[in-house]
């Protein structure tokens, strides 16, 4: 039996979403080059889906559309996630605008079924963000184990955003400051950073010799730079199994 263009969507997406993964987990980069086949595959299969499903999937995919892509440029200028995040949120929201539903194993998927508003992608990215709660309690755990009572109530929002790291071991890893370090009347007033601070060379260097000069401690708080798109991934693939867990946890909180 030929595949149908639900099937097609998905089959084109996954080697995609791999090497974005890949890519992005090595090197937390992911080649523009990837993007435009992606969305340009994505309005071919969105014309034929036009012609056999009408007016009501044009809707939809309109929906998937200006919302994820609102929503990406949003999270983009307020730092929230890099660039290759918003630009595969919208890849994918051009790509696979509805849910597909087909047969696997003699199951039909999703096995929740469909959510009411339709919006694969969406609920892709509902999904990935849900998953990413993981990681907070994953890092408060961590500092609990690896902290003194001292430093837990000392910053205890930082616990759940961050670990601290030896000065010396701060090169070449994936990771951002937490506080930027002013100097100021020969002062150093610790200033945080929301979004987190480059850690370069330079960088380094100045906080080696902060510390060198007992102006701060051999350790400071950094947080880890996350490869959303990993994080994506996962949701799309619990999305086409499972379902929209942000609807099935409302609706199971709302009686529904």
């Known amino acids: 039996m030929a595949p149908n263009l639900d099937e097609i969507r998905i089959l084109i997406c996954i080697p995609f979403l791999l090497y974005s993964c890949y890519s992005d987990f090595k090197t937390r980069r992911v080649t ?16 034929l889906n036009f012609h056999t499903h ?25 730092n929230a996630f890099g660039g290759a995040d918003a630009k595969a949120i919208i890849a994918l929201s051009i790509l696979v605008p509805t ?16 959510p009411p508003l339709n919006l694969f992608a969406f609920s892709a990215f509902g999904n990935a963000v849900l998953l990413t709660l993981v ?3 994953a890092l408060f755990i961590y500092n609990l184990t690896r902290l003194s009572p001292r430093e837990w109530t000392g910053k205890p929002s930082y616990l759940f955003i961050g670990y601290k790291s030896e ?13 930027d370090f002013i100097e100021q009347n020969g002062k150093v007033v610790p200033k945080f950073r929301f979004s987190g601070v480059q850690v370069d060379d330079a960088l380094i260097e100045k906080l080696q010799r902060l510390s060198r000069d007992g102006k701060i401690p051999e350790k400071v708080w950094v ?20 379902g929209d867990l942000i609807y ?6 709302l009686g529904m």
């Open 32 to 47: 523009n080059k990837i993007w435009p086949p992606m969305i340009g595959i994505g309005v071919v299969l969105a014309i």
């Open 54 to 78: 009408g007016t009501y999937f044009l809707m939809r995919f309109a929906l998937s559309v200006t919302v994820l892509s609102a929503l990406a440029y949003l999270l983009f200028k307020i």
């Open 99 to 114: 849910f597909p539903s087909f047969e696997l194993f003699g199951r039909t998927l999703p096995l929740t079924g469909i």
């Open 135 to 137: 990681v907070p309690v």
């Open 167 to 179: 000065i010396s071991k701060l090169k070449n890893r994936h990771i951002r400051l937490i506080q």
């Open 223 to 242: 947080m880890p730079s996350m490869p959303f798109v990993v994080s994506l991934a996962i949701g799309f693939a619990t999305a086409i199994i499972y």
């Open 248 to 253: 099935l946890i409302t609706a199971h909180m």
